[in-house]
């Protein structure tokens, strides 16, 4: 479970309640009262595409939205605030085309995915809430996340570009992505479609040259896309996940004036690893 709430109650304490993320049950409680619901619920994307692991990840999205939206429905003093967690794959491989929050939507399975978990949010008749949307880019943290992945395979010499290179990472620095949850909590205009990503996504090959350059790993030849694919499969995800990529930018909390701290890849990972 994935569902934060944030009381406007002086010293109030942090709560975890466990839930299955798709029965209505007595943690429904909880969010009696509660300044923010923020979802963050979906089976991870790192895996074989199989047919269970596609129908798991579309309805662990789905089912968790649909069941707080019946939770919150009964509530007499429902939360203000639902920040609910989509993803950039909504805009498929975009190539170097650069995706801000009206472009349109993409293809494939992780685009399809996004968008009826999307749709199933934008269903949701909840008058008294302020809904807003985040579209998460590849979070930079020390532990979890991208950097997980990648930072052993470049210290062992294996931190090469995927395929060609070219295909764009959307990043962020997990201190900005707390940040913005921050900004849209505290700015009372705050609702829509967010793409939630660092100003300045960097194609891969880039992105593994900086990644070497901080962690003061080897030289890394380009890994072949086919390669790529078979690494992939023998480490239990998807080859695609590293050879496409789309080039977001966050042009709505630009434009809104939030101030990123970390606004280029370089500064970010330095902060992580130095």
């Known amino acids: 479970m994935a569902v934060l709430t944030r009381t406007p109650r002086p010293n109030a304490l942090a709560e975890e309640v466990v839930w299955d993320g798709e029965s209505l049950a007595s943690w429904s409680d909880r969010l009696d009262g509660a300044h923010a619901v923020i979802n963050l619920t979906g089976r991870s994307i790192s895996c074989r595409y199989t047919e269970e692991s596609r129908r798991e990840i579309v309805e662990s999205?789905?089912?968790?939205?649909?069941?707080?939206?019946e939770a919150i429905a009964q509530l007499r003093e429902p939360p203000r605030i639902w920040?609910?967690?989509?993803?950039?794959?909504?805009?498929?491989?975009?190539?170097?085309?650069?995706?801000?929050?009206?472009?349109?939507?993409g293809e494939g399975f992780l685009a399809d995915t996004c968008k009826v978990w999307e749709q199933a949010f934008a269903d949701?008749?909840?008058?008294?809430?302020?809904?807003?949307?985040?579209?998460?880019?590849s979070v930079l943290?020390?532990?979890?996340?991208i950097l997980s992945s990648l930072r052993p395979?470049?210290?062992?010499?294996?931190?090469?570009?995927?395929?060609?290179?070219?295909?764009?990472?959307?990043?962020?620095?997990?201190?900005?992505?707390?940040r913005i949850v921050e900004f849209i909590l505290d700015h009372d205009a705050a609702s829509g479609v967010y793409n939630a990503t660092a100003p300045e996504p960097a194609p891969n090959k880039e992105f593994m040259r900086e990644l070497r350059r901080v962690l003061q790993a080897p030289t890394s030849p380009p890994m072949p896309a086919f390669l790529v694919r078979v690494g992939a499969f023998f480490l239990g995800?998807?080859?695609?996940?590293?050879?496409t990529g789309r080039r977001g930018i966050p042009k709505r909390f630009t434009e809104e004036g939030f101030q990123f701290q970390f606004p280029e890849l370089g500064e970010a990972l330095e902060d992580l690893y130095w």
Request: aromatic share 4%.
């Open 61 to 69: 999205r789905v089912n968790s939205v649909r069941v707080l939206g």
């Open 83 to 105: 920040i609910q967690a989509s993803g950039m794959g909504i805009y498929g491989n975009a190539g170097e085309r650069i995706c801000d929050e009206i472009s349109p939507a």
């Open 124 to 137: 949701l008749v909840l008058p008294s809430m302020r809904k807003v949307i985040l579209r998460f880019g």
């Open 141 to 145: 943290s020390r532990d979890g996340g």
């Open 153 to 178: 395979l470049a210290r062992c010499g294996l931190g090469g570009a995927a395929g060609n290179g070219r295909q764009y990472i959307s990043w962020m620095h997990k201190s900005d992505l707390n």
């Open 237 to 243: 995800t998807e080859g695609e996940l590293a050879l």
